[in-house]
């Protein structure tokens, strides 16, 4: 079993930043990915960015994702945030192609 709390969103303008956090605890084996959704009121759920549990590395752009091993804590660095970037976002583990678990989510509001 494998439990996911996310954190850091809030409301912010246009232009801003924010860093979410999702902190894992639980059965994390290493050829699990962990991945960024989001969605906005009205619309489906959509994939932002996703990363391999076992590898340290980042996967860059206007949104960054990386892991601390060390705090079992993968984080969304977004940057240049527009409006269109308002949903609830959420942190998901799973292996084999499909996220099995899933955190309460965490609302981002960017304001024009």
């Known amino acids: 079993q494998v439990q996911l709390v996310e954190s850091g969103g809030g409301l912010v303008q246009a232009g801003g930043s924010l860093r979410l956090s999702c902190v894992a605890s639980?059965?994390?084996?290493?050829?699990?990915?962990v991945g960024w959704f989001r969605q906005a009121p009205g619309k489906e759920r959509e994939f932002v960015a996703g990363?391999?549990?076992s590898r340290a590395d980042s996967v860059k752009g206007r949104f960054t994702i990386s892991r601390d091993s060390a705090k079992n804590t993968v984080y969304l660095q977004m940057n240049s945030l527009k409006p269109e970037d308002t949903a609830v976002y959420y942190c998901?583990?799973?292996?084999?192609?499909?996220?099995?678990?899933w955190g309460q989510g965490t609302q981002v509001t960017v304001s024009s």
């Open positions: 998901a583990a799973g292996n084999g192609g499909t996220y099995g678990y």
């Open positions: 639980g059965r994390i084996f290493s050829s699990y990915f």
């Open positions: 990363i391999s549990w």
